[in-house]
C-alpha cells in the first residue's frame, strides 16, 4: 500500500500563491504515476497535473498550464504543487494521487484531500 498526505491549503486572495506538498510512503517503488487533482463544490473531480514515470513526464491540465508547477522530491518523498495567479475558481479540496503497478495490477490511491480557498 502507498500512504498520502496533503498539506498547504488554506485561504488566499486572488492572485496569490499556494504550494500545497504531498507526503508520500509505503511501496512507493511501485509507484509509476502521481499528481494532484481537485474537487469543487458541486463539480468532479478532475485533473491537476500528473508526472508520469521518473519524474521526466508531465501531464498539465490546460487551466493549470502556465500557473502550476508539479515537482518530485525522491529524496524527501514529497510532491509538490506550487500555484501561482490564483482564481476564485480555483477553489476546489486538492488531493493527492499516486498510481501503482505490481503483479497484481494497476491500483489508485488518494490523500484526503486538501481545502483550498481563493477569495475575490
Known amino acids: 500500500q502507498v500512504q498520502l498526505a496533503e498539506s498547504g491549503g488554506g485561504l488566499v486572495q486572488a492572485g496569490g500563491s499556494l504550494r500545497l506538498s504531498c507526503a508520500y510512503s509505503?511501496?512507493?517503488?511501485?509507484?509509476?504515476?502521481m499528481g494532484w487533482y481537485r474537487q469543487a463544490p458541486g463539480k468532479e473531480r478532475e485533473l491537476v497535473a500528473l508526472?508520469?514515470?521518473?519524474?521526466?513526464?508531465?501531464e498539465y491540465a490546460d487551466f493549470a498550464k502556465g500557473r502550476f508547477t508539479i515537482s518530485r522530491d525522491n529524496a524527501k518523498n514529497t510532491v509538490l504543487l506550487q500555484m501561482y495567479n490564483l482564481k476564485p475558481e480555483d477553489t476546489a479540496v486538492f488531493y493527492c494521487?499516486?498510481?501503482?503497478?505490481?503483479?497484481?495490477?494497476?491500483?489508485?490511491?488518494w490523500g484526503q484531500g486538501t481545502q483550498v480557498t481563493v477569495s475575490s
Open positions: 494521487y499516486a498510481e501503482t503497478y505490481s503483479a497484481l495490477g494497476m491500483r489508485g490511491y
Open positions: 509505503g511501496r512507493i517503488f511501485e509507484i509509476k504515476r
Open positions: 508526472i508520469i514515470g521518473g519524474a521526466t513526464n508531465y
